[in-house]
């Protein structure tokens, strides 16, 4: 299998599999049947001999706790990343109450993440059928992610943190790069959602057009006035609790339900890289 054939088995896949429709038994609002919540995706790929990946272990990452490709799988030649970047009906729905998440976004963080599984389920039975093996670290069960309010028991930097992370891994891949919200800037925007797997298919790495963590962030500031709780700041990035305490008033109206994203819509990079970083 080459490069090509993985991206194209993502892109069919996306485009057919009814999990990326919301069902109208699923559906919270009745116009929200028949939507879909993901576009095309991207794919990158890594070698997990990539020294970025051993940089995560740095206490300055807040990743304390990562787990190198190879602690997941022995025999991993090939780090996978894809982002899926939600459709134009999620987006702009999510841009009409710029405080309160729309039922459109609700359903593309829930379902949506959903359908992320199906698809690295899709992609690992297609390196089975070729005679690779594959495993996928969020849905492995060492795979943790810690998001409570510091204590002294979690300070900061365990506070927010895992052992394995969707944006990081995709920087690797040469996905994308942060922005002030911590979102990853793609070439399809912030706009979506990351997934991941490990093969040891020998696929060559792509290319990181890009110096450093940020280096496709403008540091505009939309993100910081689009926050409804302002959690964001030109000085500090994103403040991880305030953005926590907000998520959970939304879960608890309509759990399970729960989402913001305004850091992601209504700014230069929801759907592209701004031009000025290019």
């Not at 300070?155 to 969707?166: G, H, M, R, Y």
Request: hydrophobic residues 35%; positive net charge; contains cysteine.
């Amino acid at each position: 299998m080459k490069t090509e054939q993985i991206c194209q088995i993502a892109h069919d896949f996306t485009l057919t599999s009814p999990l990326n429709i919301v069902t109208q038994t699923a559906a919270l609002q009745p116009h929200i049947a028949g939507m879909r919540i993901f576009e095309e995706p991207i794919v990158g790929f890594a070698s997990p001999d990539d020294p970025y990946f051993t940089s995560l272990k740095d206490p300055a990452a807040y990743l304390s706790g990562f787990m190198q490709p190879s602690d997941w799988l022995a025999e991993v030649k090939t780090v996978i990343s894809f982002f899926l970047p939600f459709s134009s009906v999620v987006r702009e729905s999510n841009k009409q109450d710029m405080y309160w998440p729309s039922v459109e976004w609700l359903h593309a963080r829930i379902e949506g993440q959903t359908f992320v599984g199906a698809l690295t389920k899709h992609l690992q039975a297609q390196l089975t059928k070729k005679g690779f093996t594959s495993l996928a670290p969020c849905y492995d069960q060492r795979f943790w992610s810690r998001s409570v309010i510091p204590t002294d028991e979690y300070p900061l930097e365990k506070a927010f943190t895992s052992n394995w992370s969707e944006r990081h891994v995709a920087y690797a891949c040469g996905l994308g790069t942060f922005c002030l919200s911590k979102g990853l800037i793609t070439k399809k925007g912030v706009a979506g959602r990351f997934g991941s797997l490990l093969t040891n298919l020998k696929l060559p790495a792509t290319p990181r057009l890009y110096q450093s963590l940020e280096h496709y962030c403008t540091h505009c500031g939309s993100c910081v006035k689009n926050c409804p709780v302002n959690a964001i700041s030109l000085e500090k990035g994103k403040d991880h609790q305030a953005c926590k305490l907000f998520l959970d008033q939304t879960r608890a109206l309509t759990p399970p339900y729960y989402g913001c994203g305004k850091c992601q819509v209504n700014v230069p990079c929801e759907t592209c890289i701004p031009n000025p970083a290019i």
